[in-house]
C-alpha cells in the first residue's frame, strides 16, 4: 500500500506561479511512474507531467514550457512547478505513483487561477 498526500494548492492570479508537493510512504517499488493529473470542472481527468524512477519526464503540450515535473528520491516525493499560470488551468490536481502491484492516487489539491 502506498500513501500519497499532496500539498501547495491556492488561488493565483494569472501570470503567477504555485508549487505542489507529493509526498510517498509505504511499500514503494524502485520501478515506477509518478505524475500530476488534473480534472478541471465539468471535464475528465487529464495528464498534466509523469517523471519516472530514472528520471524521464512527460508534458501535457498544454502545459510544455510552463509547468516543470522533479523529484526528491531521498524524500520520496514528486514537484509541480507551475509557472506562467492561465485560468485553464483552474482545476483539482491529483498526484499519482504506479509501480509493481499498486496504482496509487492522493486526496488532490485545487489550483485557482483567476483575476
Known amino acids: 500500500q502506498v500513501q500519497l498526500v499532496e500539498s501547495g494548492g491556492g488561488s493565483v492570479q494569472p501570470g503567477g506561479s504555485l508549487r505542489l508537493s507529493c509526498a510517498a510512504s509505504?511499500?514503494?517499488?524502485?520501478?515506477?511512474?509518478m505524475g500530476w493529473y488534473r480534472r478541471a470542472p465539468g471535464k475528465q481527468r487529464e495528464l498534466v507531467a509523469t517523471i519516472n524512477n530514472i528520471g524521464g519526464t512527460n508534458y501535457a503540450d498544454s502545459v510544455k514550457g510552463r509547468f516543470t515535473i522533479s523529484r526528491d528520491n531521498a524524500k520520496n516525493t514528486v514537484y509541480l512547478q507551475m509557472n506562467s499560470l492561465k485560468p485553464e488551468d483552474t482545476a483539482v490536481y491529483y498526484c499519482?505513483?504506479?509501480?509493481?502491484?499498486?496504482?496509487?492516487w492522493g486526496q488532490g489539491v485545487q489550483v485557482t487561477v483567476s483575476s
Open positions: 499519482n505513483k504506479k509501480g509493481v502491484g499498486y496504482d496509487s
Open positions: 509505504g511499500s514503494i517499488s524502485s520501478l515506477y511512474v
